[in-house]
């Protein structure tokens, strides 16, 4: 493996085990929860608007690969 495939590797596991981002929003006012039927991956994202209708808050939670956990 090339340095930098481990490079990539370690950054993916890093991104996998500190799961930035993820987390409820209090008042979430939209949310979609999708499913990879191929290989099992969840995610749902949640959102909550200011008053200007801009994102004040984003959160997602999951669960699955550690390539779609750190993505």
């Given amino acids: ?22 987390g409820t929003v209090d008042n979430i006012q939209a949310s979609s929860h999708q499913v990879n039927p191929t290989c099992g991956d969840e995610v749902t994202l949640g959102l909550s608007l200011s008053d200007e209708n801009k994102i004040a808050e984003l959160s997602w939670d999951g669960s699955g690969c550690s390539i779609s956990q750190a993505s």
Wanted: charge should be neutral; proline fraction near 0%.
């Fill in 1 to 22: 493996m090339s340095s930098l495939e481990q490079m990539y590797q370690q950054v993916i596991l890093d991104h996998s085990r500190e799961r930035r981002g993820s």
